[in-house]
């Protein structure tokens, strides 16, 4: 596995563990000279560039892209499967219908970009035993970003301009992606969606984290027009059917439970 040490490669390694794996952990050194890479049931690639700020797009190609295209040669090269932690945001940013694994690809920004061009390169190599999931937002205990941040201003009764909000959103518990990648392990070498189940509205996503945290969340109306980003009012839904179907997966933890775990880890920070 590549990205151990990131927010789920540090969850996937207990999941593979604990499911009676071995897992050896790669780093972009030990990929050119790697012997136990032949030995290896699969290669789960997950070590990206995610969230952080202020980074190039061409640093982002360097290691969303180029890197995994590397991954995957070696993979090839040893005729092992390739697991690869793509995105949702490959098919963009908002839409009115859910996403499913055949929609248009149609990148927003540099990240999604990225990861959309590292499929595509992934898919021309020859050999290669491909399987890409594609999350929407992922969150659990030590989750980053805008989450985080949510969750930060609901917990200090910051009032927020989100109450007339009338979306739908697709979320992924950190438990659930990584027993997603567990049922990907063996498969046929398809693209799978994955989410917790329902969209929820980001009206319903606050109030749930409220009562999560033990602190109603504080919501006003205000013309969504005029709040900035798709983030928070934008439609983001995916249809995971497919996965559901073919692998026979369901999330093993449900969404309240998920952000019952992660609202305990934000408290006992």
Known sequence: MTGASGFVGRYLCTALAAAGHEVLTLSRTMLNNSPDVAQAYALVHLAAIAHRRGVHESELRKVNSALAVQ??????AAGVPMIFMSSVKVHGEESLAPFRERSAIAPRDAYARSKAEAEEALRAIEGLKLTVLRPPLVYGPSVKANF???MRAIARGMP?????IENRRSLVYVGNLCDAVLACLGSSGKTYLVSDGPPL????LCEAIGAALGRPARLFRFPA???PGKALTGNLEVDDSAIRRELAWKPPVS???GLRLTAAWYRNR
């Not at 991954?71 to 090839?76: E, K, L, N, S």
């Not at 509205?201 to 319903?204: D, F, G, H, K, L």
């Open 71 to 76: 991954v995957g040669r070696q993979a090839a």
């Open 148 to 150: 985080l941040a949510l």
């Open 160 to 164: 927020l301009p989100l109450a007339g």
């Open 201 to 204: 509205s980001t009206p319903a």
């Open 225 to 227: 027009g005029l709040i």
């Open 255 to 257: 969404f309240h439970e």
